[in-house]
């Protein structure tokens, strides 16, 4: 069955956030050289693409990724389109059946250059998280590199969904996928220490 990819590609060159980690992929012990095989060695920021916030992100008492419940990244997930809005609240969301829905994908359609950083980005209002969590969703995934605008230091979507035990997914790609129930797939790496992790994103269409 076919696999939807919605995840960005890693390669060097791929935008990051100002001033963090940028990404590389180098062959560092070539075929040549080790006699056998080439070597890769990688460097980025975690969130970097398609990736996963702990809430070590943003919390130092907050959970690693090891730490996480893997099963909220894999099962049966509903994509809506919200695009059109510089912020999505409560509000937003008020005509959407979301009974059921336990992973909820939103796409903003607000990056709207992949091949750069965006400069603003559609966020989550403060209203959003509790709304949610009266539905039973128990993870966000979204388009964007955050949650919250670009420049927040107070990360308010950030700590609302995670004080409402909802886990975040962030940059993922969704431009080319119909709105609709998918089986989502975005398992983390076993990182024990990690603020978070690159995922490889994809849905699963149901065949009916
Ligand atoms: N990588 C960064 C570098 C510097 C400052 C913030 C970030 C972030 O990633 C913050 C954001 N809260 C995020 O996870 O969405
Ligand atoms: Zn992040
Ligand atoms: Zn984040």
């Known amino acids: 069955m076919t696999l939807i990819d919605i995840s960005r590609p890693l390669q060097n060159g791929t935008p990051t956030w100002p001033g963090d980690t940028a990404f590389s992929y180098e062959v560092s012990w070539s075929k040549e050289q080790s006699g056998s ?38 099962g049966p997930a509903r994509m809506i389109d ?31 250059n992949a091949n750069e950083f965006p400069a603003q980005i559609t966020y989550l209002r403060a209203d959003l998280a509790p709304f949610l969590h009266a539905r039973g969703i128990r993870l966000i995934g ?10 927040s230091k107070e990360l308010a979507a950030h700590h609302g969904l995670h004080s409402h035990d909802i886990h975040i997914l962030e940059g993922l790609a969704l ?31 149901y065949t009916t």
């Not at 070590?56 to 690693?64: A, C, L, P, Q, Y």
């Open 37 to 74: 095989v080439n070597v890769g060695k990688l460097t980025m920021s975690i969130h970097t693409g398609t990736h996963i916030d702990s809430p070590f992100h943003f919390d130092n008492d907050g959970r690693k990724v090891m730490e996480l419940d893997l099963q909220l990244y894999i």
């Open 82 to 112: 919200v695009s059109g809005r510089s912020s999505i609240g409560a509000d937003d969301l008020a005509a959407y059946d979301l009974e059921g829905v336990t992973r909820l994908l939103l796409r903003t359609n607000s990056w709207t």
């Open 142 to 151: 979204v388009d964007v590199p955050s949650v919250d605008p670009l420049d």
């Open 175 to 205: 431009e080319h996928v119909a709105p609709g129930d998918y089986e989502l797939i975005a398992l983390p790496l076993p990182l024990t220490e990690a603020d978070g992790s690159p995922v490889r994103a994809v849905l699963r269409p």
